[in-house]
């Protein structure tokens, strides 16, 4: 059974950087089929990909936020790691992680999501 | 990466049928057979519905299909149930800028 589970701060300052974790069973972070993408969905709003890694630590990033952006993985603890800096009120979101399949880079599985609330 | 085009709303009456549409361009949707749908319901994760156009992951719905057309991917309902009241999300591979997904806007699905 593959599940993901988002965990990672409820609300950050603007300015702080953001540091998510994604844990990962039912699959491996080695198997080169598979990989993790990053999401997010401010309330109210669509879906919005961010950054995808694979088991050979490619990393792709959204041309937007890319300068903001560092995704890692741990493979021995089936973790896939997200930090944004300087973060902002309009990065208040719903984030959330997603299996993605290689080739298609299309989620499968997602995680439930974990709310973020950027406000002083 | 410009989001792919959808209606914001449909709406229909139990039984009858709904299409939604999701529109790109040549370097997403048009170019690739690697476009997704997503349904969500408020405060779930999205679950996929569609994959690669037109294929169904197990345990979904027949009533669901896929298609595509040039640059516009479609989405089908067939025999409109009160559980399907949703947002309905198109994804696709994109290889402008940077490799990587863009999603929708996103479809509000309204059973009358």
């Known amino acids: 059974q593959v599940t993901l589970k988002e965990s990672g701060p409820v609300l950050v300052k603007p300015t702080e950087t953001l540091t998510l974790t994604c844990t990962v069973s039912?699959?491996?972070?080695?198997?080169?089929?598979?990989?993790v993408s990053w999401i997010r969905q401010p309330p109210g709003k669509a879906l919005e990909w961010l950054a995808h890694i694979f088991s050979n630590d490619e990393k792709s990033y959204s041309t937007s936020l890319k300068s903001r952006l560092t995704i890692s993985k741990d493979t021995s603890k089936s973790q896939v790691v997200l930090t944004m800096t300087n973060m902002d009120p309009v990065d208040t979101a719903t984030y959330y992680c997603?299996?993605?399949?290689?080739?298609?880079?299309?989620?499968?599985?997602w995680g439930q999501g974990t709310l973020v609330t950027v406000s002083s | 990466q410009s989001a792919l085009t959808q209606p914001a709303s449909v709406s229909g009456s139990p039984g009858q049928s709904i299409t939604i549409s999701c529109t790109g361009t040549?370097?997403?949707?048009?170019?690739?057979?690697?476009v997704s749908w997503y349904q969500q319901h408020p405060g779930k994760a999205p679950k996929l519905m569609i994959y690669e156009v037109s294929n169904r992951p197990s345990g979904v719905s027949n009533r669901f299909s896929g298609s595509k057309s040039g640059n516009t991917a479609s989405l089908t309902i067939s025999g409109l149930q009160a559980e399907d009241e949703a947002d309905y999300y198109c994804?696709?591979?994109?290889?402008?800028?940077?490799?990587?997904?863009?999603f929708g806007g996103g479809t509000k699905l309204t059973v009358l």
């Open positions: 997603a299996r993605i399949v290689a080739g298609t880079l299309q989620p499968d599985y």
């Open positions: 994804s696709s591979y994109t290889s402008s800028s940077t490799l990587g997904v863009v």
């Open positions: 039912g699959f491996s972070l080695s198997n080169a089929r598979m990989g």
């Open positions: 040549s370097s997403d949707v048009g170019g690739y057979n690697y």
